[in-house]
Nanobody, 115 residues
Framework: QVQLVESGGGLVQAGASLRLSCQAS????????MHWYRQAPGKQREHIAT???????NYADSVKGRFTISKDGAKRRVFLQMNSLKPEDTAVYYC?????????WGQGTQVTVSS
């Protein structure tokens, strides 16, 4: 089976930290780039972080300096460490993978940041 399952979301206060995880099954996270997206209520889904097969990273300006993407290839897991959370970070967070014409999304995990 080829799938992605996110976990680690929850309700936290502004300024808190949260660590999300994405468990991959059926493929290696070291083969291609892995991504985190999020979708806030009433807004389009947006890209927030990428980690390449070689470990290079990039981030959306809105989270740069606060979020860190990482991975454990042996365990086929991708992580998103979120620090200094803001109410604007409230969204459903999704793990995403694509290779050729094949795309795969996780089910999403809810992150809610209260003020």
């Amino acid at each position: 089976q080829v799938q992605l399952v996110e976990s680690g979301g929850g309700l936290v206060q502004a300024g808190a930290s949260l660590r999300l995880s994405c468990q991959a099954s059926g493929f290696s996270v070291n083969v291609n780039d892995m991504h985190w997206y999020r979708q806030a209520p009433g807004k389009q889904r947006e890209h927030i972080a990428t980690i390449t097969k070689t470990g290079s990273t990039n981030y959306a300006d809105s989270v740069k300096g606060r979020f860190t993407i990482s991975k454990d290839g042996a365990k086929r897991r991708v992580f998103l460490q979120m620090n200094s959370l803001k109410p604007e970070d409230t969204a459903v967070y999704y793990c995403y993978f694509a290779r050729g014409t094949f795309t795969l999304w996780g089910q999403g995990t809810q992150v809610t940041v209260s003020s």
